[in-house]
């Protein structure tokens, strides 16, 4: 069975929400259009200072009620002061304070600039009797706070069940026509209340924004579905070069190896290297001649036919070596 709390919660909360928002957007409105505003009371009551030619300051207190914007701000003045706008400290000379003239749509900001604008063009008048005075005959009049401020005013029950009036009639429409008995038939009966619910406009008009969304969202499973055997292959055939990359991969790095294996005989350091080694081997090849020559075991034409050839190559790998030293082109 649906729960009438619950449902209850449900429909205040939209409300509640655009109000909350259509109340910041008025806030802004009021710092926007006026300067050096002065919060009082969080989103509650603002102070806006009005510099009047004549020399002093009077201060605008603009107090918004738990049902504003809905319902229009109360304006007052400090210290108190008499004007054609006035009414005992309380603005209500503005057209848009006019009963049934505020709309939750109109500028708090730009009201305020137009009763300030008032104010400078037409200089209200301060009373003298509004402060309280060294002799204290009028600080008994009023608590300590509101001293040099007079309270702002609170809106009166009435205007706060009118306000809640109006917003179960353009929420719940259906409400405002029916009796006291048809009311308490929907608190006692369930099943009344359950069916009552089922044909509000909101209720349809949401149902049918969820059957569309829960369509929509069907069709696009489907949709993805139809892909799967694809996307199944497509992931098999993407396996299948991955796998053949690694193997690929594998040779080649291996075969990079190999290469810089070879590569290094024939590095700068490696042909010098050799080269050296091919100086000092000539040098003893020559060496063992001379001393087989002096052994007795060659005779005078051998040794010195084998020992020029291996001077000469000698002195031709050594020359080599000292070139490629002094030019650095075998250097590292």
Same mark, same amino acid.
């Given at each position: 069975m649906w729960n009438r709390k619950a449902t209850s919660k449900l429909a205040e909360y939209q409300p509640t929400t655009m109000q909350q928002d259509l109340k910041r957007?008025?806030?802004m409105s009021l710092l926007n259009y006026n300067n050096s505003v002065k919060e009082l009371s969080k989103d509650t009551q603002?102070? @806006?200072p009005c510099a009047l030619p004549s020399g002093w300051t009077i201060y605008l207190i603009v107090n918004l009620p738990s049902t504003f914007p809905d319902s229009p701000p109360v304006i007052t003045v400090s210290p108190a002061a008499s004007h054609a706008w006035l009414d005992t400290n309380v603005v209500v000379g503005h057209e848009k304070l006019r009963p049934n003239v505020w709309g939750a749509h109109a500028s708090l900001g730009k009201l305020v600039k137009e009763i300030k604008d008032e104010f400078v063009a037409r200089v209200p008048i301060k009373?003298?009797?509004?402060?309280?005075?060294?002799?204290?005959?009028t600080a008994g009049s009023s608590p300590q706070s509101y001293s040099t401020k007079p309270p702002p005013p609170i809106p009166s029950d009435?205007?706060?069940?009118t306000s809640k009036h109006q917003v179960v009639a353009m929420e719940c429409p259906p409400i405002m026509g029916m009796s006291?008995?048809?009311?308490e038939e929907l608190l006692a009966d369930d099943y009344a209340f359950t069916r009552f619910f089922d044909e509000l406009e909101q209720v349809r008009n949401m149902r049918i924004v969820q059957e569309e969304l829960r369509s929509g969202n069907e069709t696009l499973a489907n949709k993805n579905l139809s892909k799967e055997a694809e996307l199944k292959q497509l992931q098999a055939t993407v396996t299948e070069l991955n796998d053949q990359y690694q193997e690929l991969r594998s040779e080649f790095d291996e075969k990079i190896l190999l290469q810089q294996e070879a590569l290094?005989?024939?590095?700068?350091?490696?042909?010098?290297?050799r080269l050296r080694s091919a100086v000092y081997e000539s040098d003893e090849l020559s060496e063992s001649i001379a001393q087989s020559?002096?052994?007795?075991?060659?005779?005078?034409? @051998?040794? @010195?036919?084998?020992?020029?050839?291996?001077r000469k @190559?000698?002195?031709?790998?050594?020359?080599?070596?000292?070139?490629?030293e002094r030019s650095g082109v075998l250097n590292p």
């Open positions: 957007k008025q806030i603002f102070e @806006v009373n003298g009797s509004s402060g309280s005075g060294e002799n204290g005959s009435t205007s706060a069940a006291e008995e048809e009311l290094k005989r024939f590095s700068r350091s490696a042909l010098l290297a020559f002096l052994d007795g075991k060659l005779d005078h034409d @051998v040794f @010195v036919r084998e020992f020029r050839e291996l @190559v000698y002195h031709l790998r050594a020359s080599k070596v000292e070139r490629a």
